[in-house]
């Protein structure tokens, strides 16, 4: 689901340069880190939401791509 939230914001940030290179570089890859930063803010998020649902000594099964690779950093499972 993430793939395709990311594809919509880039395509607008595409839409929004109109024939100007440059000014679709700077788009594009603002809209890039954006991503990014609200993906690891997220992440984050999780994070602290789940920890104290957690106590020493329990184990958490995953069953997806949660991790960092899947992500932008911590990972949704992970943080």
Known sequence: MN???ALDRMRKAIAKSGDDIEMLARNVSAEAFAIHD???ETDRRIGEQGAVL??????VLTHCNAGGL?????GTALA
């Not at 957690?54 to 184990?59: A, E, F, I, P, Q």
Request: net charge negative; no cysteine; hydrophobic share 45%.
């Open 3 to 5: 793939l395709f939230w």
């Open 38 to 40: 609200d993906e690891l």
């Open 54 to 59: 957690l106590t020493d000594g329990m184990s």
């Open 70 to 74: 899947a992500t932008a950093g911590y």
